[in-house]
């Protein structure tokens, strides 16, 4: 994978109802542990997030959590993680997650991940980045969000242009696929237009 040495994973703080979104969560992280990338995320120890971190240390890989104080406690923030940044508030967090990352898998989540997501794919779209942005539609989590932006694209809210802003996956082998054959992209995330 062409440059990419850290990936952040955006995902759940909960498991969800069914068990292959936990298992992919654990086939990411070992992956990523496996292809020598660092991982990136949220810095809790609970639901998907717990388990994408768990299996990249399992595998021997290097797990660098963001977590804000104030969610210390309520997403219980992983003690064993290789760096763990305890930061002021959201934004904060967000911002070192990206800074950090050469490339962005999501993985399935509720409104957190959304807002996540939402935010760097905007980034991506406004110029402040060009780092790949790998959407994980495990067991069709996904289809949902796919089915809306093509209606916002249909009713030309958003460019039809707009749709190479992220790339769906069905699998995680097919998101190592997608992150592999991604162009080049320019590491700097551009702050000062934030």
């Known amino acids: 994978m062409t440059g990419i040495s850290s990936v952040c994973v955006y995902c759940g703080s909960r498991t969800g109802t069914d068990p292959a979104w936990q298992e992919a969560a654990t086939a990411l992280g070992a992956g990523l542990a496996e292809r020598g ?10 639901g998907l997030m717990g388990a994408v971190a768990d299996a990249a240390l399992a595998a021997g890989g290097k797990v660098v959590g963001i977590i804000p104080e104030s ?7 992983h003690a064993h993680v290789s760096q763990l940044h305890v930061v ?3 934004h904060e967090r967000k911002m070192m997650m990206a800074k950090l990352s050469d ?3 999501v993985l399935p989540g509720g409104l957190g991940t959304l807002d996540e997501m939402f935010e760097i794919v905007t980034w991506r ?3 402040f980045h060009a780092k790949p942005v790998v959407v994980a539609d495990i067991n069709g989590y996904w289809q ?6 093509d209606s916002m694209i249909e009713k030309e809210f958003v460019s039809d242009a707009d749709r190479r802003l992220t790339r769906f996956a069905d699998s995680v082998e097919a998101v ?3 992150l592999a054959t991604a162009p080049p ?4 995330l551009q702050t000062d237009k934030l």
Do not use: H, W, Y
């Not at 992209?185 to 700097?188: E, K, L, N, P, V």
């Open 71 to 77: 969610l210390q406690t309520r997403e219980v923030g």
């Open 185 to 188: 992209a320019s590491q700097t």
């Open 125 to 127: 779209q406004l110029g």
């Open 37 to 46: 990338m660092t991982v990136v995320f949220g810095g809790g120890r609970v």
């Open 88 to 90: 002021d508030n959201m």
């Open 103 to 105: 490339a962005f898998v």
């Open 144 to 149: 949902p969000l796919a089915k809306l932006i």
């Open 176 to 178: 190592f696929e997608t």
